[in-house]
């Protein structure tokens, strides 16, 4: 490979914050069942389990993985969901997440801070709650180049609210 070769490889694997955006429109139809569902996703490899992304052009090709960023703000939720393909993983950036896993009506509970992650496997419900008083940052990996739609059980305030 010439040097040429290589800087235009190199580039062509990188995803700089400054090209980065908070996106808060994705997962705006959550906001129906209240606006502590309002969050944005700010991807880098893959679109995530989000939706359909591909006319990103700022997004990396995922090969076997998603990586993204949330951002939460203060008391801001994450519902209730499940990924039934996928294990999907959490790594606090800034501030502090509550994660809480769902059997039913039976749940339990971890206060994550910075560098903590907990990593959910698939068919188990999870939410997230940012019970700080600064916005809540953290990475988003889910385990396949494009995972499903997560679903939302029964217990979950999502049930029944439809994508626009």
């Known amino acids: 490979m010439t040097e040429n070769n290589l800087e235009t490889a190199i580039d062509s694997m990188v995803a700089s914050r400054e090209s980065r955006r908070e996106d808060w429109d994705t997962l705006a139809f959550q906001t129906k069942a209240g606006p502590e569902y309002r969050r944005a996703q700010i991807r880098y490899v893959g679109s995530g389990g989000t939706g359909h992304h591909e006319n990103d052009s700022l997004i990396l090709e995922a090969d076997h993985f998603t990586f993204s960023n949330m951002l939460l703000p203060p008391g801001a939720v994450g519902p209730e969901h499940d990924h039934h393909d996928v294990e999907e993983a959490f790594f606090v ?7 809480t896993i769902h059997d039913g009506d039976q749940t339990a509970s971890r206060v994550m ?10 068919n188990t419900p999870r939410s997230l709650r940012n019970i700080g008083d600064t916005d809540a940052l953290f990475i988003v990996m889910l385990g396949a180049k494009k995972p ?5 059980p029964a217990t979950s305030p999502m049930a029944g609210i439809n994508r626009d």
Do not use: A, C, N, S
């Open 148 to 152: 499903q739609l997560p679903t939302y």
């Open 113 to 122: 801070g910075y560098r903590d992650l907990i990593k959910v496997p698939p």
């Open 93 to 99: 950036l800034e501030g502090e997440l509550e994660v």
